[in-house]
């Protein structure tokens, strides 16, 4: 047979709600809504602004007003003073507040007419302002400094036999002049003073300036040179042209000559360093034999 227990509840207490219980009597005061979906002209305000725990009623209001004015409106001192009726001391009084809470930014700025202007900036969340500026300090952290990969040296040049400072001098005026033919080849005075030599070898050998210049800037590629440099060392050791055939100096005296000299055969007279035979009598003495 199935007893009861005597000492378990008849059914299970159920919890009630605070609202619903039955011994709480409804909340009727306080503040109501009796709300109506904006559709045009309204602005959205942060309860960070709305319900701001330090700025006073007349800083939310006119933070809130602030606003709500389109872009370009006047928001002076003496505008606002002249839109309400709290007077130019207490709304400077609440512009300041704003500033200091980040709702309100004034800088000054030059127009391009030459004057300076302040303009006043609203900002309606001053925290994400804040995140944004910090964001680059906290990336500034100073870190290891990468290295710069080293650049790769100019191709070796031609030098010349003897290079004098005269040489060297009109090389070096010869490369620094490229630049009036292209304004590619503006070239830097490391640049320069590694492709002087290679310019000089080209002088050394006979190669007129003019030559030199051709050969440096003719059909030079369409498009942007990477290093100006390194095409110049190429032409200068690719072109360089041969020694030139060696010249007899103006001012060098002539070649010596044997003396004359008195045949021992037929005295005929020719040049030979020492007295005896000419040729024709040397030519019958051996058909002779």
Same mark, same amino acid.
């Given at each position: 047979?199935?007893?009861?227990? /005597? ?24 503040? &109501? ?17 709305? &319900? ?9 209001? +006119? ?6 004015? %389109? ?13 309400? /009726? ?19 930014? !004034? ?50 040049? %031609? ?8 040489? +060297? ?61 390194? +095409? ?12 030139? %055939?060696? !010249? ?24 030979? %360093? ?16």
């Amino acid at each position: 047979m199935g007893t009861q227990n /005597p000492s378990a509840p008849p059914r299970a207490h159920v919890r009630v709600a605070g609202n619903k219980h039955p011994n709480r009597t409804p909340r009727t005061g306080g503040l &109501q809504h009796d709300n109506t979906r904006h559709t045009t002209r309204f602005v959205v305000i942060g309860n960070h602004l709305a &319900q701001h725990p330090e700025l006073s009623l007349l800083a939310i209001g +006119l933070g809130t007003h602030l606003q709500s004015l %389109p872009k370009g409106a006047p928001a002076d001192i003496k505008t606002l003073a002249a839109r309400f /009726p709290e007077g130019a001391t207490r709304i400077a009084a609440a512009l300041r507040e704003l500033e200091a809470h980040g709702y309100l930014r !004034r800088e000054r700025v030059r127009t391009s007419s030459g004057r300076i202007v302040t303009r006043t900036i609203s900002c309606n969340q001053p925290a994400a302002v804040r995140q944004r500026t910090e964001q680059p300090c906290r990336e500034s952290t100073p870190s290891a400094p990468r290295k710069q990969p080293a650049r790769k040296a100019l191709p070796a040049v %031609p030098r010349p036999a003897y290079s004098g400072p005269g040489l +060297l001098q009109a090389a070096t005026d010869l490369l620094a002049d490229l630049r009036r033919h292209d304004s590619r080849l503006l070239l830097s005075a490391s640049d320069t003073a590694h492709l002087a030599p290679g310019a000089a070898a080209w002088l050394e050998r006979e190669a007129t300036p003019a030559a030199v210049r051709h050969a440096l800037t003719a059909d030079l590629p369409p498009e942007g040179l990477r290093r100006p440099a390194a +095409l110049l060392a190429h032409r200068l050791a690719d072109r360089l042209p041969p020694v030139p %055939p060696a !010249r007899p100096r103006p001012d060098a005296p002539p070649p010596a000559r044997d003396p004359l000299q008195t045949c021992d055969g037929c005295e005929r007279a020719f040049r030979a %360093p020492a007295p005896g035979r000419c040729r024709d009598c040397r030519t019958d003495d051996q058909e002779a034999a």
